[in-house]
């Protein structure tokens, strides 16, 4: 998924004066998702797994380099309703996201003696180009099925999973690190 949120709005949130030091942020995301477990391919598997997992471990690598030297930062990592979830649709992309989870905390507890906090936000199905497919007819009963679940009973919104961001990377979330924070509309607790 993407955010799409006002990039010099969330400057303008980081960069006011109080959060000077800590306004150093990563948000990471790489969207790619491809096929299931019958028909998946081993490149495809690889494409998927370098693009999701390797992707956020290599860019957090350059980030935190920058931020131990001067002793803070802010990395945000995006997993997914999959990191907690199995899919038979796209194990890949499940398997990665599940990873970034687990890569969040181990790089939170190396990270945090350098006043580092390293998060991750787990949107929940929020209205994307890489979920229209899933708002059409053709995927009306998984569509039914995801409207169920979530409490809410609606899609969420790119702007509502940017908040958590703003959040994540404010001074109010200074004692915060290690976590994953689910923006699904309440659809992991049923």
């Known amino acids: 998924m993407q955010l799409c949120y006002d990039c010099r709005r969330l400057s303008e949130v980081l960069t006011n004066g109080r959060t000077a030091c800590c306004s150093r942020l990563r948000v990471q995301n790489a969207e790619h998702c491809i096929g299931n477990f019958d028909s998946l391919h081993v490149f495809d598997w690889d494409s998927v797994i370098a693009t999701q997992r390797n992707s956020v471990f290599?860019?957090?690598?350059?980030?935190?380099?920058?931020?131990?030297a001067r002793k803070c930062g802010k990395i945000i990592n995006l997993g997914s309703m999959y990191s907690y979830f199995g899919s038979g649709f796209i194990p890949s992309y499940s398997a990665a996201k599940g990873a970034i989870i687990q890569l969040t905390k181990s790089m939170a507890i190396e990270l945090a003696p350098h006043n580092i906090q390293v998060n991750a936000i787990a949107p929940g199905w929020i209205e994307t180009d890489m979920t229209a497919p899933?708002?059409?007819?053709?995927?009306?009963?998984?569509?039914?099925?995801?409207?169920?679940?979530?409490?809410?009973?609606?899609w969420g919104q790119s702007e509502e999973v940017a908040g958590t961001a703003v959040y994540l990377a404010s001074r109010a979330s200074q004692f915060v690190t290690g976590e994953t924070i689910r923006v699904d509309g309440g659809y992991a607790i049923r």
């Open 58 to 68: 290599l860019l957090s690598k350059i980030a935190a380099t920058s931020m131990v």
């Open 134 to 154: 899933v708002r059409t007819p053709d995927f009306k009963a998984m569509h039914d099925e995801v409207m169920a679940r979530t409490p809410a009973g609606r």
